[in-house]
């Protein structure tokens, strides 16, 4: 059984890799690049899965709850990601990678009898990423 809890926070990022020239920055990320960053209001979505426990219910919500907001929420909400989140300052601050960082920090301080099975955003309208826990590609990109 699988149980998806939502979240939402505000955030503000600038697209832009080192690795890029300014003008192919530009090109590659448009709007996203622009200087100052810009911000969204993402929702994150959290499943977990597992068997169902003796009191009918697969976790405690409030529990699963906690963590969610000691590991993701109370470092992104009204954040500038680039900035603030320490995993994402060498990275790209695409929702991808935000994506990773989630998961990582939710894994680390996983203390509940579930598997953490899907981590998933969305940033706007149009662009929703999914990340599953058993996805054999783990690695970030820069």
Not at 55 to 65: E, H, I
Not at 98 to 110: G, I, S, T
């Amino acid at each position: 059984m699988q149980l998806t809890r939502r979240y939402r926070f505000s955030a503000s990022h600038r697209l832009d890799s080192p690795a890029l020239t300014a003008k192919q920055n530009r090109q590659l990320y448009g709007k996203c690049n622009y200087p100052y960053g810009h911000g969204h209001d993402y929702v994150l979505s959290v499943t977990v899965e597992g068997g169902i426990r003796p009191d009918g219910q697969l976790v405690d919500r409030r529990a699963l709850d906690a963590i969610v907001t000691k590991q993701v929420l109370d470092r992104v909400d009204h954040r500038n990601l680039n900035v603030d989140v320490p995993e994402l300052t060498q990275l790209v601050a695409t929702t991808e990678n935000l994506a990773l960082v989630v998961r990582e920090a939710l894994l680390a301080d996983w203390n509940l009898p579930v598997r953490l099975a899907k981590v998933r955003i969305s940033e706007t309208d149009r662009n929703i990423f999914e990340l599953l826990e058993d996805s054999a590609d783990r690695g970030r990109t820069q």
